[in-house]
């Protein structure tokens, strides 16, 4: 059962472009949601977190949307740019337990 | 460099061998954590430590599987008689302490032959 969904497997976008990327959880005492950036060969580096008391954060070209109710939180990247061509995993985690749990995700391509 | 370290990047073995990758955590970060990530998909959880306290392991841990922090610093993750489905990406991360960002090393990528 895979407790976070992420969507799309892919993505390509323009340059200067916005890219968004969704995910789905199904657990709710999930409390702490991460997104992750990962290159080829590297392990993936942390990009901006959200919890559950906020609707929104953004640092930079990176806004994460957080939708309770709905149980599902975005990953919007604005003026996107070639070098953030990457897989991008959402992921969450509940208080208590220290495990993430991450989805499948998503490998965008940023064309010049 | 001071972001988590983990020793060999490449392990290429036959099966049956045991192998064995060491992490090294980002400095006063009290949380260790070991995850696996195959082709394809996103990491999955091992097992993590607190200090040298082993606190959570994953039913993905076999028995074949067993990680050690002896002192509270580095980490070490053993696979006895490795198997096919053992080969992925090993990856470590570490955080300063419960519920915070953890930050992950560029990993051990096995190949089992």
């Known amino acids: 059962q895979q407790q976070v969904k992420q969507s799309p497997q892919s993505l390509i976008v323009q340059k200067g472009g916005i890219s968004i990327i969704n995910c789905a959880y199904e657990?709710?005492?999930?409390?702490?949601f991460p997104w992750y950036q990962q290159f080829p060969g590297k392990g993936p580096a942390l990009l901006i977190a959200?919890?559950?008391?906020?609707s929104e954060k953004k640092e930079g070209r990176f806004t994460i949307s957080f939708n309770k109710s709905a149980k599902q939180f975005s990953l919007h990247i604005m003026d996107s740019q070639p070098g953030d061509s990457a897989t991008y995993f959402c992921?969450?985690?509940?208080?208590?337990?220290?495990?993430?749990?991450f989805g499948k995700g998503t490998k965008l391509t940023v064309n010049p | 460099d001071t972001g988590v370290s983990q020793n060999p990047r490449h392990k290429i073995t036959k099966r049956g061998q045991n192998v064995t990758f060491r992490c090294d955590p980002i400095s006063e970060h009290n949380r260790l954590y070991w995850y696996r990530q195959t082709l394809g998909q996103g990491p999955e959880f091992l097992t993590y430590?607190?200090?040298?306290?082993?606190?959570?392991k994953s039913r993905l841990l076999s028995d074949r599987f067993s990680a050690e922090r002896p002192k509270g610093s580095f980490s070490t993750l053993e696979i006895q008689r490795t198997e096919q489905g053992d080969s992925a990406m090993y990856l470590c991360a570490s955080s300063v302490g419960p519920s915070q960002p953890q930050h992950f090393g560029d990993g051990t990528r096995l190949s089992i032959l």
């Open positions: 657990n709710t005492a999930f409390d702490y």
């Open positions: 992921a969450a985690s509940r208080g208590g337990s220290e495990k993430l749990v």
């Open positions: 959200i919890r559950p008391d906020v």
């Open positions: 430590f607190q200090n040298e306290a082993q606190l959570e």
